[in-house]
């Protein structure tokens, strides 16, 4: 794992044109001097354990990258592993000139986690971190502990304590809970006016996007989405991950978007660039540009997401983690 994983981020650096930065963010966020690191890492982040993604994010406009992590998962020492990830929080938001987010952040950990740092939640990674090469960060909090209705209790009264108005947030659980198990809960930005909370989730049952209540997520744009990656693919419900996002400023819904499990979506290398390609010109996006990593095997593809505005902007997001060893 860790030759992948140094492939993966050497790829990023030439792919950003910027290696020395990329470099220094992994470090930061997997919080390693090195991703040879020889000890094994258990991270939830990918399905095989490891625990970095690159991920580019195309709008009609440009593309994006930034880079996931999950901090120290090498570590199987529970709060030895909390210690570290909020090291690697507070690194994180300082390197990338959003600290402004701290409190935020702070106050969600307390709201989300567990209280004793002794806690199975921990065992596997419990707060992953994200970031480019300019400003701006994300935190990710997992919800893989305790009962369904606790994990929603917990996200409700988080948002109703951060957000100025929650109606929103508020329509969106209510229509979504009965048919979904919270997955995690997220916070992006530089400070609180620029800042979203986010909300993803996984769905219990099968259910027609257009009866789950959040008319952004009935969008055709998105079946069409589907329609190009999934074809007649049975893809499982642990493979589908949904979100909304809000904006702390004033608690209005501002995005949505859908996450597919490429591991749940196998297929060549070359055809995940033709599909990827597709996508692109279909929905008037700049092309995702991971073809040489995906050929040249530095990396193989993790979640592929499709997200919409609520102005109609629309958002391909291309997660991709290292090569897994034969």
């Known amino acids: 794992m860790a030759e992948?994983?140094?492939?993966?981020?050497?790829?990023?650096?030439?792919?950003?044109?910027?290696?020395?930065?990329?470099?220094?963010?992994?470090?930061v966020l997997l919080q390693s001097d090195s991703c040879t690191?020889?000890?094994?890492?258990?991270?939830?982040?990918?399905?095989?354990?490891?625990?970095?993604?690159?991920?580019?994010?195309?709008?009609?406009?440009?593309?994006?990258?930034?880079?996931?992590?999950?901090p120290a998962a090498r570590y199987a020492d529970r709060g030895r592993r909390l210690e570290a990830a909020r090291k690697g929080l507070s690194e994180t938001l300082a390197l990338n000139d959003a600290v402004s987010l701290f409190a935020l952040c702070e106050h969600s950990l307390n709201h989300l986690l567990p209280a004793d740092p002794r806690h199975e939640a921990f065992s596997a990674g419990a707060?992953?971190?994200?970031?480019?090469?300019?400003?701006?960060?994300?935190?990710?909090?997992?919800?893989?502990?305790?009962?369904?209705?606790?994990?929603?209790?917990?996200?409700?009264?988080?948002?109703?304590?951060?957000?100025?108005?929650?109606?929103?947030?508020?329509?969106?659980?209510d229509a979504v809970r009965p048919h979904s198990v919270l997955a995690s809960v997220a916070l992006e930005g530089t400070r609180s006016s620029d800042a979203r909370i986010k909300i993803y989730w996984r769905l219990l049952r099968p259910v027609a996007l257009q009866a789950l209540g959040v008319p952004l997520l009935a969008h055709p744009d998105i079946g069409g989405f589907l329609a190009t990656l999934v074809r007649d693919t049975a893809l499982p419900l642990s493979g589908l991950v949904?979100?909304?996002?809000?904006?702390?400023?004033?608690?209005?819904?501002?995005?949505?978007?859908?996450?597919?499990?490429?591991?749940?979506?196998?297929?060549?290398?070359?055809?995940?660039?033709?599909?990827?390609?597709?996508?692109?010109?279909?929905?008037?996006?700049?092309?995702?540009?991971?073809?040489?990593?995906?050929?040249?095997?530095?990396?193989?593809?993790?979640?592929?997401?499709?997200?919409?505005?609520?102005?109609?902007?629309?958002?391909?997001?291309?997660?991709?983690?290292?090569?897994?060893?034969?």
């Open 4 to 27: 992948g994983l140094a492939s993966l981020t050497a790829w990023a650096g030439a792919s950003t044109g910027a290696p020395a930065g990329v470099r220094k963010l992994t470090s």
């Open 37 to 70: 690191d020889p000890a094994p890492w258990h991270s939830f982040l990918n399905n095989d354990g490891s625990p970095l993604q690159v991920c580019a994010t195309c709008s009609g406009q440009g593309r994006k990258v930034r880079l996931v992590g999950d």
């Open 127 to 173: 707060i992953w971190l994200a970031a480019g090469l300019g400003r701006g960060a994300a935190m990710y909090v997992n919800s893989r502990w305790g009962r369904d209705a606790d994990r929603w209790d917990d996200a409700v009264r988080l948002l109703h304590a951060v957000l100025p108005y929650d109606e929103a947030a508020r329509d969106v659980i």
């Open 242 to 326: 949904l979100s909304a996002g809000f904006a702390v400023a004033d608690g209005a819904l501002t995005d949505v978007k859908i996450d597919l499990c490429a591991h749940c979506l196998p297929r060549p290398e070359k055809a995940w660039v033709e599909d990827l390609d597709d996508c692109s010109r279909t929905f008037g996006l700049v092309p995702a540009d991971v073809a040489n990593g995906l050929l040249e095997r530095h990396c193989d593809v993790a979640f592929v997401g499709f997200g919409i505005d609520r102005r109609g902007s629309r958002r391909l997001n291309v997660y991709v983690k290292a090569v897994e060893a034969a």
